[in-house]
């Protein structure tokens, strides 16, 4: 992994491959900043007739290489656009610094240089934004790469205070930028492991030894546990495996907590539909079916080493999808924890019964808010592609508190209504509920209709990531193809706005 630290030094005097300054856009063309300007004085380079020559505009993300030939203390000068000077935010640095590592991802060291007056108030929240676009810009999973050749050589990142920046506020947004970055490279690295690895009991370990090293305590429920604690959903969900369920619980308990958050993911490490089974190429990405527990499980690391004093605890349910001798079939009637029966109608609507459990046994907590996420359904493609979270929630006030979140982090995301006419889609002549509603209608809500069934009127909401999760083919400047760790940085961001509030 390419580390990011805080350097107290000049950007001119920086001993790195290649340095980062930043320029904006305007109406007569590129702007560069004023360390840009300096750099390129130092490096007796010619900036205007530079990048007039490449044609730079200063667009968000756009990247100018000029070789300066080891007259800074460096080889390379990546001037990198960040868009018009008065629309600048968090987003666009952090696209920008992305940008600039993937530039300089055959550079073994790279420097990025904090700029005055652009984007963010205070020099921190532009730290932190670069570092996190800078470090996820970076991210590469190459655990079972063997040509070593074409693997990325970038494997430091310094990020530095710029002119008129505060070097003290810079350390302290690069210390914050690491740790939220870590948040999704975690997640990341748990949905980009292929299915075979990471199994519920090998996943269960994994998140165990992650939370160990963090500082969490933790807890596993095995197959047994979850038969004498009658977590029917799970058990059923899980049956067509060979590999058992389990149920994963992570807390974050400081002295002197304010209240208790409960973060719940939905952990199917594959899902082939089980009986009603996928076709191939709508199983092609489902080992990044765990995409929610895998962003919860970043969350907590993020949080204990933020240690906000509100207590978090992490519900991960973990179950593989398969159809086999032993799998649940289609009109079973599973008895969830708690009581309520569901027909299954389809198994492939698999998400939303692990995740029944384990509502109702975060409910039963009588916490102060429940949140899970879950890559639940296709509809939320439909209604709103890859970009978007489909957020919904009970409780108007915890669901502005997320868009507040979602806001800030860049993690795009949407509320939908839960129109409670839709519920009677879910009625079953055999058990409680079934578990689909109607084909093509409005089945991102139906499904959180169904996971509301099981909040017992707890403060919830729920985020369906199903579209955003994971990324086919790159998801912009500081995100690659494969898990994208989203909404990894929007959990942490509330649980820390919340014990702040
Ligand atoms: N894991 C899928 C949802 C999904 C689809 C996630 C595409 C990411 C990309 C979920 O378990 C599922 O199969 N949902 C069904 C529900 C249906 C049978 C009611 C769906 O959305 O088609
Ligand atoms: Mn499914
Ligand atoms: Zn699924």
Redesign the pocket.
């Known amino acids: 992994m390419v580390t990011v630290s805080f350097a107290k030094q000049k950007p001119t005097k920086a001993k790195v491959d290649a340095l980062a300054v930043f320029a904006t856009k305007s109406d007569d063309g590129v702007s560069p900043l004023a360390d840009a300007r300096a750099a390129a004085e130092a490096a007796e380079v010619d900036l205007d007739a530079a990048l007039a020559g490449l044609s730079a505009k200063g667009d968000t993300g756009e990247v100018s290489r000029l070789p300066v030939r080891g007259k800074l203390g460096c080889d390379l000068l990546l001037v990198v656009g960040l868009g018009s000077a008065d629309a600048v935010d968090a987003e666009a640095l952090r696209a920008a610094a992305g940008a600039a590592a993937g530039a300089a991802q055959r550079d073994a060291t790279l420097a990025v240089t904090v700029p005055a007056r652009v984007g963010p108030d205070d020099d921190a929240a532009r730290a932190q934004a670069l570092t996190e676009g800078a470090a996820l810009g970076s991210y590469a999973f190459t655990s079972y790469r063997t040509k070593t050749d074409d693997l990325p050589r970038l494997a430091a990142i310094e990020v530095l205070a710029g002119e008129e920046v505060d070097d003290k506020a810079v350390e302290r947004g690069v210390a914050t930028g690491t740790v939220t970055a870590r948040a999704t490279q975690v997640a990341r690295d748990l949905v980009n492991e292929p299915p075979q690895a990471k199994r519920p009991p090998d996943l269960a370990d994994r998140i165990v030894s992650l939370a160990k090293d963090a500082g969490l305590k933790s807890k596993v429920l095995d197959e047994k546990d979850l038969a004498k604690g009658g977590f029917g959903g799970i058990l059923g969900v899980g049956q067509g495996s060979q590999a058992p369920p389990r149920l994963v619980e992570l807390t974050h308990d400081p002295l002197r907590a304010s209240g208790h958050l409960v973060l719940v993911g939905?952990g199917?490490t594959f899902?082939s539909?089980g009986l009603?089974l996928?076709t191939s190429s709508?199983m092609a990405?489902?080992k990044?079916?765990m995409?929610g527990a895998a962003a919860v499980v970043g969350a907590m690391v993020a949080i204990a080493a933020l240690a906000p004093k509100v207590k978090v605890t992490a519900l991960l349910p973990l179950a593989e999808?398969l159809p086999s001798g032993t799998a649940y079939r289609v009109s079973d009637v599973l008895t969830h924890y708690g009581g309520t029966t569901v027909e299954v109608l389809?198994t492939?609507?698999?998400?939303?019964l692990i995740l029944a459990d384990a509502l109702a046994y975060a409910a039963e907590s009588d916490p102060d808010a429940i949140v899970d996420v879950?890559?639940?359904?296709?509809?939320?493609?439909t209604a709103l592609g890859k970009k978007v979270s489909a957020l919904m929630s009970v409780d108007d006030a915890l669901a502005e508190e997320l868009l507040t979140a979602a806001e800030a982090t860049g993690e795009q995301t949407w509320r939908l209504p839960l129109v409670s006419d839709y519920r009677e889609h879910l009625k079953s002549s055999v058990a409680d509920l079934k578990?689909?509603?109607k084909?093509g209608e409005a089945?991102?809500i139906?499904?959180g209709l169904f996971l509301k069934e099981f909040t017992a009127g707890q403060a919830w909401a729920h985020l369906d990531v199903?579209?955003t999760?994971?990324s086919e083919d790159g998801n912009g400047p500081y995100t690659a193809k494969g898990g994208t760790g989203v909404p990894a940085r929007t959990l942490v961001q509330w649980v820390v706005d919340r014990a702040e509030s």
């Not at 492939?348 to 939303?352: N, Y």
């Not at 879950?374 to 493609?381: D, E, K, N, P, R």
């Open positions: 939905k199917i899902d539909g009603s996928k709508g990405w489902m990044a079916d995409g999808n389809n492939d609507a698999e998400g939303r879950a890559t639940l359904t296709g509809a939320q493609i578990n689909i509603g084909a089945g991102s139906v499904a199903a579209g999760a994971f």
